[in-house]
């Protein structure tokens, strides 16, 4: 688990960097923004971070095969990866502090761990 953690940090902080001050919101901002209304400004916000967040992580993984988290099969919609990332919150709230980004990474490689040869 450290390992994974400290994998997870080093994709954090290239997101932080890809995604400027914006990455910067914590795991309870995240859920606060994910539980307003699909047509809410916040709503919005809430989809295109974590839009961000699995578009920069496909192009950090689509460098090197060794450093996949998760392989988010193509049929899964953003909707159903905030409902997995936001189920995740919930259920571990020890992380609520940590980078929003870091919670729905480890979030997405519980759900969709990567098989040998992905």
Known sequence: ?????????????????????SANISGNEFQTL??????????GMCMGYLQG???????FASLTETNRFYCLPDNVTYGQAKQISLK?????P???HLLAAQSIVLALTKAF?????Q
Do not use: Q, W
């Not at 995740?88 to 571990?92: D, F, I, V």
């Not at 761990?113 to 040869?117: A, I, L, R, V």
């Open 113 to 117: 761990p990567c098989e040998d040869g």
């Open 94 to 96: 020890e992380i609520l």
């Open 34 to 43: 994910c539980t307003y209304e699909a047509a809410t400004f916040d709503a």
């Open 53 to 59: 967040v699995h578009e920069v992580y496909k192009s």
């Open 1 to 21: 688990m450290k390992h994974l953690l400290s994998r997870v940090l080093a994709l954090v902080v290239t997101l932080s960097i890809s995604m400027g001050s």
């Open 88 to 92: 995740y919150l919930e259920e571990n």
